[in-house]
């Protein structure tokens, strides 16, 4: 993803990510793609809204999203069938993460691992918000 600081632009957010989940997915569009998974690597990074006059804020999970939540939400959209294109499961991966309320920015990166000899991956990256107002907590 980036090094820089995401959504600058923005209202406060705490940016969190699944950096480099390896899974094998029935995905590829070419004859010998069919029936047989691929190794794919993803990284989801989304944004919660923060509020950035707290020096430590409460210690509960209330105030975040569950990583294991997102971890099972990719794991679940990966098994559910084969996907032609990565572009397709990027993007059902960050509408399922939006679905939650509180994130109101995601990106999803994915790449596939074992495509040329001499690439380490080919992929895909793609970032979607939603059309909610963020406001202050």
């Known amino acids: 993803m980036t090094v820089f600081a995401p959504w600058a632009d923005q209202p406060p957010l705490r940016c969190l ?8 997915a029935h995905i590829g569009v070419f ?6 998974t691929q ?3 993803i990284s989801v990074t ?4 923060d509020d950035d006059t ?5 210690d509960d999970l209330s ?9 099972l939400l990719v794991r679940q959209i990966v098994q559910e069938g084969h996907v032609r294109l990565v572009e397709t499961l990027a993007e059902r991966i960050a509408a399922g993460v ?3 309320t509180r994130v109101h920015v995601v990106r999803v990166k994915i790449e596939k691992l074992d495509v040329f000899e ?9 970032e979607r918000r939603t059309a909610r107002v963020v406001s202050a907590p």
């Open 118 to 126: 001499e690439i380490e991956s080919v992929g895909v990256e793609i």
């Open 63 to 71: 105030r975040t999203v569950s990583y294991e939540h997102v971890v």
């Open 54 to 58: 707290l020096n430590v804020g409460v």
């Open 31 to 36: 004859p010998h793609e069919q029936g047989v």
């Open 98 to 100: 939006l679905a939650d």
């Open 46 to 49: 989304f944004g919660v809204q």
């Open 17 to 24: 990510f699944l950096n480099n989940m390896v899974v094998d």
């Open 39 to 41: 190794r794919v690597r």
